[in-house]
Antibody, heavy 120, light 111 residues
Framework: QVQLQESGPGLVQPSQTLSLTCTVS??????????WSWIRQPPGKGLEWIGY???????YYNPSLKSRVTISVDTSKNQFSLKLNSVTAADTAVYYCALDTSGYSRSDYWGQGTLVTVSS | QSALTQPASVSGSPGQSITISCTGT?????????VSWYQQHPGKAPKLMIYEVSNRPSGVSNRFSGSKSGNTASLTISGLQAEDEADYYC???????????FGGGTKLTVL
């Protein structure tokens, strides 16, 4: 059973970079065919797909965030990461990491989510 | 890219059936059989209930079913139970550069 756990600062200052890590257990992040995703949810609002990284390292981003987002993988630690730069209050959200087993929004496994607040 | 369109809320009594719609375009819902449905209880992570329009992951009750007609997908919950009260989100692959879209979510109330 794959488990995912997000970690990172809960408070980020405006204009700074939001950095989160997702640690994967119960399976190898190098397993073929899987997409390691980041999805966010502003308080009281709906879900927004941020992007994902294929096991081979190819990345795919939501165009609305593409200029500010980087997703990367560290296979030695079985982790993948999210960096979102130049953040504003609009980036305040619960950030989820997830495993999409098809790349077509079949996210079978999710982390518990972590709230990141952008504020000075 | 606009989100997929869902009703803000639906309600039903225990034992009844309800249907939640998800309307998109021919570039997403109507063009591909890659529609998923997620259930989210307050303070919890979403849970995959349906993928590829009508497939249920292992462990999901057969009271949940999905279908699609044209540019609109639907999630039907039969034999409504109190535990089904939650927010439901549809999601679809899109041929646009956005790749994956979510609906705005529907709050299901079990009366």
């Amino acid at each position: 059973q794959v488990q995912l756990q997000e970690s990172g600062p809960g408070l980020v200052q405006p204009s700074q970079t939001l950095s989160l890590t997702c640690t994967v257990s119960g399976g190898s992040i190098s397993s073929g065919g899987y997409y390691w995703s980041w999805i966010r949810q502003p308080p009281g609002k709906g879900l927004e797909w941020i992007g994902y990284i294929y096991y081979s390292g190819n990345t795919y981003y939501n165009p609305s965030l593409k200029s500010r987002v980087t997703i990367s993988v560290d296979t030695s630690k079985n982790q993948f990461s999210l960096k979102l730069n130049s953040v504003t209050a609009a980036d305040t959200a619960v950030y989820y990491c997830a495993l999409d087993t098809s790349g077509y929004s079949r996210s079978d496994y999710w982390g518990q989510g972590t709230l990141v607040t952008v504020s000075s | 890219q606009s989100a997929l369109t869902q009703p803000a809320s639906v309600s039903g009594s225990p034992g009844q059936s309800i249907t939640i719609s998800c309307t998109g375009t021919s570039s997403d819902v109507g063009g591909y059989n890659y529609v998923s449905w997620y259930q989210q209880h307050p303070g919890k992570a979403p849970k995959l209930m349906i993928y590829e329009v009508s497939n249920r992951p292992s462990g999901v009750s057969n009271r949940f079913s999905g279908s699609k007609s044209g540019n609109t997908a639907s999630l039907t919950i039969s034999g409504l139970q109190a535990e089904d009260e939650a927010d439901y989100y549809c999601s679809s692959y899109t041929s646009s550069s956005a790749l994956l879209l979510f609906g705005g979510g529907t709050k299901l109330t079990v009366l």
